[in-house]
């Protein structure tokens, strides 16, 4: 059973930029869709990227298209969100997660627990 660990959240100004990490354990090394996913108290969780199993494809949410990068690790079971210019909306728990085909739905069947992630100055 695949576990994943969602980590590198915390405070930042608006504008600022922060990285995530997700680590995955338990499953087959390299073989999963990764992504993450967000939900800030009182809304739907809202989903923003995910990476192929090979990495070679990438697909975002309109909301975060152009603003945060998504990467696989060179152990394969590590991924990570790279989010700039960050803004107060962007406040939320984020969590990483293995996605569901089609990749570009942005939904996911496993995750762990996420990151408080929390844009203000």
């Known amino acids: 059973e695949v576990q994943l660990q969602a980590s590198g959240g915390g405070l930042v100004q608006p504008g600022g930029s922060l990285r995530l990490s997700c680590t995955a354990s338990g499953g087959p090394r390299g073989d999963n869709a990764l992504g993450w996913f967000r939900q800030a108290p009182g809304k739907e969780r809202e989903g923003l990227a995910c990476t192929s199993p090979s990495a070679g494809s990438a697909y975002y949410s309109e909301t975060v298209k152009g603003r945060f990068t998504i990467a696989r690790g060179f152990a394969s079971n590590t991924m990570y969100l790279q989010m700039n210019s960050l803004k107060p909306e962007d406040t939320a728990v984020y969590y990483c997660?293995?996605?569901?085909?089609?990749?570009?739905?942005?939904?996911?069947?496993?995750w762990g627990q996420g990151t408080q992630v929390t844009v203000s100055s």
């Open positions: 997660g293995i996605c569901r085909q089609p990749y570009y739905s942005l939904t996911y069947d496993v």
